[in-house]
């Protein structure tokens, strides 16, 4: 079972054109349509404390916005993308989330 903490952070697209979003410190792009909307989840292995990499405090996720795109870093171990109801959009490329390994 996994130990550590779950954050998410909901991110829409209430434009008339595709906005990119960006996902650091990972490089990766992800491209939401108008009107949808996805949830950027990370994951930190400890239980408490301040999330691995977070500038201000104990802050899970740090975003910058500009016209077309959203940038979102995700201060925990690794990150995936799900849809609102929790499904998930792209498997993660990275070696997996310790959270999402059957029996974590």
Not at 13 to 26: C, H, K, S
Not at 36 to 55: K, M
Not at 65 to 74: G, I, L, N
């Amino acid at each position: 079972m996994f130990t550590g903490r779950t954050a998410r952070l909901a991110v829409g697209n209430d434009g008339g054109e595709p906005l990119d979003l960006a996902l650091e410190p990972w490089g990766d792009v992800h491209r939401i349509l108008p009107d949808e909307s996805c949830v950027v989840v990370t994951h930190s292995a400890a239980a408490d404390g301040p999330w691995p990499g977070a500038g201000l405090g104990d802050e899970p996720f740090h975003v910058d916005h500009r016209p077309d795109s959203v940038t979102v870093w995700a201060n925990g171990h690794c990150f995936h993308l799900s849809d609102r109801q929790g499904n998930e959009i792209e498997p993660y490329l990275y070696g997996g989330c310790p959270a999402q390994k059957p029996g974590a």
